[in-house]
Nanobody, 121 residues
Framework: VQLQASGGGLAQAGDSLRVSCTASGRIGVMAWFRQARGKERAFVAAIRWGDGNTRYADSVRGRFTISRDSAKLTVNLQMNSLKPEDTAVYYC??????????????????WGQGTLVTVSS
């Protein structure tokens, strides 16, 4: 499975941005991770493909929304009320079957290219 990420860009604090990821085949779960400069890659959000069940990191809950378009095999991450600390390269990841360790990047088989999100204060 190949993942193609899009979106992101520049924003000011309080603004909104959206990143999207399209898969080339069937998947069980898709997630977004992000990596800020000098920091480790961190879990942001995940969505289980079958029932749309979602999970969020505490740092983004209430501001970010992950959703899926089953027909297009696309997952969107709507990012509202952006903060400078949201600045990072965002990566989408997927695996064929849902795993309870959805927050663990080591459990994902497929990765998209990163897309940069920069939030200025």
């Amino acid at each position: 499975v190949q993942l193609q990420a899009s979106g992101g860009g520049l924003a000011q604090a309080g603004d909104s941005l959206r990143v999207s990821c399209t898969a080339s085949g069937r998947i069980g779960v898709m997630a977004w991770f992000r990596q800020a400069r000098g920091k480790e890659r961190a879990f942001v959000a995940a969505i289980r493909w079958g029932d749309g069940n979602t999970r969020y990191a505490d740092s983004v809950r209430g501001r970010f929304t992950i959703s899926r378009d089953s027909a297009k095999l696309t997952v969107n991450l709507q990012m509202n009320s952006l903060k400078p600390e949201d600045t990072a390269v965002y990566y989408c990841a997927a695996r064929p079957v849902y795993n309870v360790q959805y927050w663990n990047s080591e459990h994902y088989n497929f990765w998209g290219q990163g897309t940069l999100v920069t939030v200025s204060s």
